[in-house]
């Protein structure tokens, strides 16, 4: 069967004026997919599931359902939907607008291109703005029509100036419990992640607020050494946020945070794959020493998903040409494409089987975040789903059992 969808209204630049983009919804309550190759842990043909109430059901031997829409997915891999832990913005909207309106733009161009899931990164910025966002995210959550939001990423403020990245260096902080636990009270429950440099003082004391408050401390924009990185991990540090990116580097006598993450089987670390950020080799080596320990995030930034030009980010010019997002002293600012063009290009550069792909974009990530429902493909689970050819070309996206994107 075909659908009849209106994808013309998805936005467009018209007279240099950014169009607002609609979220193309189908709903319904109960739907067939068959004929594809479903990947779980591994690839099994021929699937007959059923999505019913915004759940996957699998289909028993036999067991016909009379009446119901059925999709065809001859040709094609159905994929549990992508699960991004670091979401800053997309299609010109920034997570720090603290809008509902550019919330809505960023759940909806992340949703149509393949994230189901997505974590709200909030950057360094005054505090009362970074306040403001995570309000704005936490009101805004569950009325999402496109990507659904798992909850916000606090990138910030304790970072360390040396390590800023993109980041406004004159909004970083040294690490304060009381700052801490404003922007938490701020997040009403939904930070998920945090991000800082634990080497700074008082870097410790936070990390092990944030892990008895149940939120993941995270190493990030920091220049912390290897063994202030091991002792951070005591103290509850669990995760490194885009591994090599604003950190100091790997050196064979001091290999600092990165060495570190690598060798220790107690963090988990997520990468930037975007083609741009980091070279391929050290992409393979990550995939062969960590596994199941490591996941994609996109980082992306407002940019992404506008054509190539010069944009305001975080009070500072930005320029995008050919991928790259790049502040003055053509320092990286983020990246600009989604989750599913870094997966893409991760499986191309460590020659993974869509199975393995799949597991860094969307089982890890689920895992890591603690989802018991989500980043599979599995009788019960959320009708978070992709339909996708070999070339990772999107069919379908399905979030919750509401379509976001069809060409079927
Ligand atoms: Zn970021």
Known sequence: MRFTLDNSKNGELID????RQETVIWSMDELIICGGTMVTGTLEPNSRLAVSKGKIRFLKTGEELSGVKTISAEGLYIAPGLIDLHVHGGYGADV??????SLGQISAYHGRCGTTGLVAAVAAAPLEQMADALVAVARFAGQEKGARILGTHLEGPFLNPRFSGAMEQKTLKQPDLKIAED???AGCGMVKIATLAPELP???????????????PALGHSGASFAETLEAGRM????VTHIFNAMAGLHHREPGPAGAAIFSRGFTVDVIADGVHIHPCLLKMLWQLKREGLLLISDAVAAAGLPEGRYRLWGRDLEVSRNRATM????LAGSTVPLLAAMKNMARACELTLPQAVRLASTNPARIL?????????DGFDADLLLLDQDYDLHLV????RILFSKI
């Open 16 to 19: 240099g004026k950014l169009v």
């Open 96 to 101: 720090l607008d603290g809008t509902r309106e």
């Open 183 to 185: 922007l938490l009270a």
């Open 202 to 216: 008082g870097g410790l004391e936070v990390v092990e607020m944030l892990a008895a408050s149940r939120v993941i």
């Open 236 to 239: 509850g540090l669990k995760h």
């Open 328 to 331: 003055a002293g053509d320092r």
């Open 370 to 378: 603690g989802l018991t429902s989500k980043g599979r493909i599995a």
């Open 398 to 401: 399905m979030a919750g059992g």
